[in-house]
């Protein structure tokens, strides 16, 4: 059986259920429910699982393949699972995936921002000579400079940022990679 060679595989690669957990973004539990054949892994975890425990993918799946031709079906839809993982997704991840949307829409903006002050500043410059403007606390030179200040600061956020987008862009593929298949047993 799959969960029989999932565990041996495992054991021969010389890793803990913790470190496979951690490598693919997953619960140790969901590596223990895979291990004792509770739940099966989808196509996208057995492939991230033979290239962990360097074995080939048919050696994973051959169990599989026997298991699922015994059954006379390749998969049946698991009603509970499918309605609890819509409500769990509806109200849990939607709302963290809204809310930590929002915040890269905003720490996007004040990078964009950031970088673009010295042009509304400039303009404010040009703005000065055509009509009286009152530049307040600073002088219009010293705005300028806070302005450059505020760019150069943008300019070095600008990779963090996206190195971050990136990050959270793939751990969001591998959650919904690894969620479709709770639909199916």
Known sequence: MINEVL??????????????AGKLYVTRQTISRWEQGKTLPNIYALKDLAALYQVSLDDLIAATKTEAKAEGTM????????????WFNLIVTLSVVLLVAGLLVGAWASVIAFILSPVL??????????????????????QIGGALLLCAGGLLLWPRLLQLTRYLWRRFKQYLRYNVRAVYH
């Not at 998969?75 to 819509?86: E, M, P, Q, T, V």
């Open 121 to 142: 500043a400039a303009g404010q410059l040009v703005a000065s000579h055509w009509f009286v403007i009152d530049s307040g606390i600073l002088p219009l030179w010293g």
């Open 7 to 20: 565990q041996v595989a495992r054991k021969n690669a010389g890793m803990t259920q913790e470190a496979v």
């Open 75 to 86: 998969s049946k839809i698991n009603w509970a699972s499918l309605f609890g993982l819509f």
